[in-house]
């Protein structure tokens, strides 16, 4: 993963690799940051299973490879191992895989990398015909409030399925935890009309009332954080958001 993440995108399309902040999270802090979330689940939100509960919606809004998917899945299998589940451990490991354990990706070609990655995790079990992994292509940052469809796209009617089915994540799940390294730019541009107005929020009154003209709050990192901290603030009511920060 490591190496697909440097040379294919640097070679592929060098500015959009930098415009959409691709960079591989190294494993020591996926892992840091799923134990971590784990153990918060089960100390201080009363999840006694931590991420292996069936109730908890997780989500990575920027998974790239889905390394963060993986290791989340990991996490749930040593649980249920732990618990002497057997076989009935490797069903619910694809249960988790293909519902409640969802990453987002805008990029087509790690996002094919992050379903192969779970297609591994699960060979014990393999996805059939009419399964898939819970990660969608889609961009993160659109699509959780507005009540349209969105148009047509003729001659790509999987995309329309596609946005179809992320839509309902941001729109209906109970998602509990949103973790991940989202994307950090501080130069790409203004928050645009169809992200609904999405950091104006936080930018209330800084001007007026604190005389602060110059900010980065439409960075990506921001815009990322919104988001999450919207769906737990706005919506679950409670939950746990694990970025990595610029
Ligand atoms: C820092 S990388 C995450 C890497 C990932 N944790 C891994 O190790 O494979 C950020 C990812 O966010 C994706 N991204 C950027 N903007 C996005 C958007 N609006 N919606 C969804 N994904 C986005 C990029 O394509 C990139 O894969």
Not at 70 to 92: F, H, P, Q, S, Y
Not at 174 to 183: E, R, Y
Not at 218 to 234: C, M, T, W, Y
């Amino acid at each position: 993963m490591q190496y697909f993440y440097k040379p294919f995108p640097e070679y592929f399309d060098p500015a959009l690799r930098r415009q959409l902040g691709v960079w591989y999270t190294p494993p020591e802090i996926v892992r840091y940051q799923v134990e971590r979330v784990d153990r918060t689940l089960r100390d201080e939100l009363g999840v006694a299973d931590g991420l292996a509960d069936p109730s908890v919606w997780v989500l990575d809004p920027c998974c790239g490879t889905g390394s963060y998917v993986v290791a989340v899945l990991d996490r749930i299998r040593r649980t249920l191992d732990g618990k002497g589940m057997g076989d009935l451990a490797a069903e619910e490991l694809k249960r988790a895989a293909t519902t409640r354990i969802v990453g987002f990706e805008i990029m087509t070609a790690p996002f094919v990398i992050a379903h192969w990655q779970v297609g591994e995790m699960l060979k014990g079990t393999p996805l059939v015909e009419g399964e898939r992994a819970a990660i969608y292509l889609t961009n993160a940052l659109t699509g959780w409030t507005d009540s349209e469809a969105g148009p047509p796209i003729p001659g790509y009617e999987a995309l329309v399925e596609e946005r179809s089915a992320a839509r309902t994540v941001k729109r209906d799940r109970p998602i509990l935890v949103v973790l991940g390294n989202p994307p950090y730019n501080a130069y790409a541009g203004l928050s645009p009309d169809d992200e609904g107005g999405l950091v104006e929020l936080y930018k209330e009154g800084l001007q007026a009332r604190w005389g602060v003209r110059k900010f980065n709050l439409d960075d990506l990192n921001v815009r990322f954080f919104r988001v999450a901290e919207r769906r737990i603030a706005e919506g679950t009511g409670r939950g746990i958001v694990s970025y990595i920060s610029n």
